[in-house]
């Protein structure tokens, strides 16, 4: 048996769907008029993932407490207007490049791209309109593991100043093992940069559930340095030792820590919002990045990536503005984010690894967001 949501969030259409299933369901229209779905995938534990075909976006996460209740671990919005007017990326697919890319411009085989300046002098999280503005096709697909919905969008040559036509999939399965699973891929027809992630915002406590902040929550993270930024959150190309910082979360460490310490780094962020250097292990194809417990609901979420790196971002610019699902205030730092990436401006970092992708070369990454409890 299992105890269907008691969280705050969930007069939502497709909430409560039989175990083992994936539903669609109504979700409005996207400024254009075209009509947008929502997909609730729900696996045979009843945990349920609803993903929106408007950027693709995780709507809804609910995971079980140590008590075996269900709760919605991420914030979102309970109809598709939320997601259009939304400038903070809840949920959304990130692309063509996720994070910044300074003074919105790069090169490419000795030509220079121009990109929107949508923050401040950088482009931020692909420019005006990113992928998270974009309705995906969507798709149900089998797969043994669980439910899966695979997402594709064709981003035309120059959209948003990048070069080549890039063929983009993003594969989401909810696992039966409660881990939701998240492909990207992508093909161009020209040289091009990549950097594609997913932007949930976290709150294992249950964000409708009266938990406040994210403070209180343990974080590990997998990461022996960090990439420091300028006052626009562009790397300065350093990857400096976590070492004798706040940035050192290498033993498990409560997020609030050290959080208002007057280190210049979390000055310049308000808080956590940088780019950490996951240390990889030889020859794993998948490592370990972070891990997050949260005491008093005990659940525990690990983050299992491809990627070279992890934007740990404390919702320093969530100022309470936002009304999410259930009319919730999101006020400052009630949720979290750890985006997996290549480094922030990369394109302009020859030293960092490479976003390139080149026509013939496919892209593919994972990133893995195990779900469990702890006593
Ligand atoms: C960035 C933050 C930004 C947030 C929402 C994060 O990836 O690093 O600076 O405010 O996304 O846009």
Not at 193 to 222: K, Q, R
Not at 271 to 300: M, Q, W
């Amino acid at each position: 048996m299992t105890t269907m949501a008691a969280s705050g969030a969930s007069s939502l259409a497709g909430a409560g769907a039989k175990p083992g299933s994936t539903k669609k369901s109504p979700f409005g229209k996207a400024p254009d008029g075209e009509e947008v779905d929502l997909y609730t995938l729900t696996n045979k534990n009843g945990a349920e993932a609803a993903i929106t075909t408007y950027g693709g976006s995780v709507v809804w996460l609910k995971v079980p407490d140590r008590d075996g209740k269900l709760g919605d671990v991420v914030l979102g919005f309970d109809s598709v207007d939320g997601y259009v007017s939304n400038t903070s990326y809840l949920g959304a697919l990130i692309g063509r490049y996720g994070n910044r890319i300074g003074h919105a411009e790069f090169k490419l085989d000795g030509k220079t791209y121009t990109l929107a300046k949508n923050n401040g002098e950088n482009t931020l999280h692909g420019g005006t309109k990113g992928f998270n503005k974009a309705v995906w096709t969507a798709k149900e697909i089998e797969s043994k593991d669980g439910q899966a919905l695979e997402l594709s969008y064709l981003s035309k040559d120059g959209e948003e100043g990048f070069p080549g036509n890039l063929h983009v999939r993003v594969i989401y399965t909810l696992e039966d093992s409660n881990a939701l699973k998240i492909e990207y891929f992508a093909t161009t027809d020209k040289d091009t940069v990549v950097n594609l992630t997913n932007h949930s915002y976290f709150n294992l406590a249950g964000p409708g559930s009266g938990s406040g902040d994210i403070l209180g929550h343990i974080l590990m993270i997998e990461a022996d340095k960090f990439t420091p930024v300028d006052s626009g959150l562009i790397p300065t190309g350093e990857l400096r030792d976590v070492a004798g910082t706040p940035f050192d979360f290498r033993k498990p460490t409560p997020i609030g820590a050290r959080i208002d310490s007057d280190d210049e780094q979390i000055k310049l962020g308000g808080g956590y919002d940088h780019n950490f250097v996951l240390r990889r292990k030889a020859g794993e194809a998948i490592s370990l990045a972070a891990r997050v417990v949260e005491p008093k609901t005990g659940r525990v979420m690990e983050v299992w990536t491809t990627q070279p790196g992890v934007q740990f971002y404390t919702g320093n610019f969530l100022d309470g503005s936002l009304h999410g699902k259930g009319g919730i205030s999101y006020t400052k730092r009630s949720a979290f984010c750890l985006e997996t990436q290549h480094f922030p401006d990369s394109p302009n970092k020859p030293k960092f690894p490479s976003t390139e992708l080149k026509p013939g070369e496919h892209y593919h990454t994972t990133t893995i967001y195990k779900f469990s409890t702890e006593k």
